[in-house]
């Protein structure tokens, strides 16, 4: 097994140091200077070991302010994350999975939080799917923002991370999918609002609007025959 390089060596240190200095977003790192001599390494070493943590989204820097923490996102992960990794849509259709059983488990807290002024944005979103759909077009960005929107109620970044997750790796894999099976989405998701609004079953209106894309990548992994 090969040894760890330098800057790893310290990088790790570094995540060492803000754990037992209790660190959390926003708070300042010492100067560089300070954190050489405490961490007992070189300028270089510690200079590059930081630039990877910002890259990895655990710090940020402030011009002429120095490092700060950076609060805990999967942003950086997904904007790593290499595309072979989900090429054959297995990893995708995992995270799928995932977010179904995220959103299933949650929307019945959204159901007792959310507000009249949030079903009338999702109103309006769902109102730009019927138009672009009547156009024969498709709306993945009025679909993230929907999502997003629903679930903004609980206060949860995290979550809203995992949703980006998914609709960045759609994206990304949207010249492989299959074409969109099902014409009546906005409806779907029309039927999510109404069951929000009205006190309905919201898990089943989601669960139906999940057909499409459970379709698409069933066809997508499935071998040609």
Do not use: C
């Not at 754990?19 to 300042?28: A, I, M, N, S």
């Not at 950076?70 to 259709?93: E, T």
């Not at 979103?125 to 629903?150: K, N, S």
């Amino acid at each position: 097994m090969s040894k760890p390089m330098l800057f790893e060596t310290v990088q790790a240190q570094l995540l060492e140091y803000i754990t037992e200095q209790g660190l959390g977003p926003d708070d300042p790192m010492p100067s560089e200077g300070e954190l050489a001599v405490q961490l007992d390494v070189s300028r270089g070493s510690l200079r590059e070991a930081t630039r990877s943590l910002q890259s990895m989204g655990v710090l940020y820097a402030k011009a002429g302010k120095g490092l700060f923490l950076q609060d805990f996102s999967l942003s950086p992960v997904i904007r790593l994350l290499p595309y072979r990794m989900i090429a054959n849509g297995a990893k995708l259709n995992e995270l799928l999975e995932l977010r179904a059983a995220l959103e299933r488990g949650l929307i019945p807290k959204v159901a007792s939080r959310i507000s009249e002024e949030t079903l009338a944005r999702l109103d309006a979103i769902v109102d730009e799917m019927v138009e672009l759909e009547q156009q024969g077009l498709a709306f993945p960005e009025q679909d993230r923002l929907f999502h997003r929107t629903m679930y903004e109620a609980i206060g949860n970044d995290l979550i809203l991370d995992v949703l980006d997750m998914f609709w960045t790796l759609m994206s990304r894999m949207q010249a492989e999918l299959p074409p969109l099976q099902y014409h009546d989405l906005a409806d779907r998701h029309r039927a999510i609002v109404d069951a929000l609004r009205q006190g309905g079953d919201a898990v089943s209106a989601l669960d139906q609007h999940f057909v499409d894309i459970d379709y698409r990548l069933d066809r997508l992994m499935r071998p040609t025959d």
